[in-house]
């Protein structure tokens, strides 16, 4: 089995900074992307940030030069450093990694159970 545990959401005021974590763990061989995702109330879900195994990130528009992706192979985490946080940041984060488990071939997309971020005065 394998799970993801997030946490690091909360309530921010704007222009403030938040960092999410997902780690791993379980009967883990290897592990390829992760990314993180969020979901604004009434939205579909949308991805935030990727990160390849090589270290390589890519952003959506919104978030460009406000929020960095990371990651630590030897603790099989992800992080999210958030900062200049806007009202529109309001979500629940999802953390999703690509991992092949010990004894098979194939990988599989794993999620986080998802943490809230909410950014209000």
């Known amino acids: 089995q394998v799970q993801l545990v997030e946490s690091g959401g909360g309530l921010v005021q704007p222009g403030g900074s938040l960092r999410l974590s997902c780690a791993a763990s379980?009967?883990?061989?290897?592990?390829?992307?992760m990314g993180w995702y969020r979901q604004p109330p009434g939205k579909l879900r949308e991805l935030v940030a990727a990160?390849?195994?090589?270290?390589?990130?890519n952003y959506a528009d919104s978030v460009k030069g406000r929020f960095t992706i990371s990651r630590d192979n030897a603790k099989n985490t992800v992080y999210l450093q958030m900062n200049s946080l806007k009202p529109d940041d309001t979500a629940v984060y999802y953390c999703?990694?690509?991992?092949?488990?010990?004894?098979?071939?194939?990988?599989?997309?794993?999620w986080g159970q998802g943490t809230q971020v909410t950014v209000s005065s």
């Open positions: 379980g009967s883990i061989f290897s592990i390829g992307a």
């Open positions: 999703q990694q690509s991992i092949r488990r010990w004894g098979t071939t194939v990988t599989f997309n794993y």
């Open positions: 990160i390849a195994s090589g270290g390589s990130a």
